[in-house]
Every structure is written in structure tokens, then in C-alpha cells.
């Protein structure tokens, strides 16, 4: 079992950054592959990046790639969410997701946070 902790959402405005933290609980985080999901309202919740457990693996969703940078600590069961330049179109409430294999983060499921909220105004 895996609890997971977002935070660092809030209101920026368009072209600022904000990061993201996700804490986890359980001694067994550095197994897990990380992720962050973002749901816009009146949207269907959207994969935007993934890291493995080692963290030298990364994987982003096309309209995040050179502006958001995922990261993780194992030793502070910790994954970090940087987001630079951002965008209108980038707020939504993002989501913190483990997965066992890195392969399968993009597919959803597993274990989610509650979210925190990245408002962007223009």
C-alpha cells in the first residue's frame, strides 16, 4: 500500500513556474515508478510525465516537453513536479501516481494522491 501526498498548487500567472511535490508513505517507494496526471474540468484525466525508479528514466506528454521537469528522491520518498512557462491551458488539478512498472504510469491506474490545483492566468 502507498499513500501519497500532493502539494505546491496554487495560482501563477501565464509564463511563471510552480513546483510540485508528492510525498509517499511506505518504506517501498523506490519500487514503485512515479507520475503526474492532470484533469481540466469537463475533462478526461491526461497523463504528463513519468519517471522510473531510479529516476534515470523520464517520459512526458508532448505539450509539457522542455517547459515541466519530474524528479524524484528516494531517499525522502519524494517526487518533485517543475513546471516553467506555463500555460492557460496547463491548469487543471494534478495528481501524483505510483506504478510498479514505468511502462504502465502513462496508462493510469495504480495508487493517486487527492491533487492539488494549478490555476494559470493569462
Known amino acids: 500500500q502507498v499513500q501519497l501526498v500532493e502539494s505546491g498548487g496554487g495560482l501563477v500567472q501565464a509564463g511563471g513556474s510552480l513546483r510540485l511535490s508528492c510525498v509517499a508513505s511506505g518504506r517501498t517507494f523506490s519500487t514503485y515508478a512515479m507520475g503526474w496526471f492532470r484533469q481540466a474540468p469537463g475533462k478526461e484525466r491526461e497523463f504528463v510525465a513519468a519517471?522510473?525508479?531510479?529516476?534515470?528514466?523520464?517520459r512526458y506528454t508532448d505539450s509539457v516537453k522542455g517547459r515541466f521537469t519530474i524528479s524524484r528522491d528516494n531517499a525522502k520518498n519524494t517526487v518533485s513536479f517543475k513546471m516553467n512557462s506555463l500555460k492557460p491551458e496547463d491548469a487543471a488539478v494534478y495528481y501524483c501516481t505510483a506504478r510498479v512498472a514505468f511502462s504502465t504510469v502513462v496508462s493510469g491506474g495504480g495508487y493517486w494522491g487527492q491533487g492539488t490545483q494549478v490555476t494559470v492566468s493569462s
Open positions: 519517471v522510473n525508479w531510479s529516476g534515470s528514466s523520464t
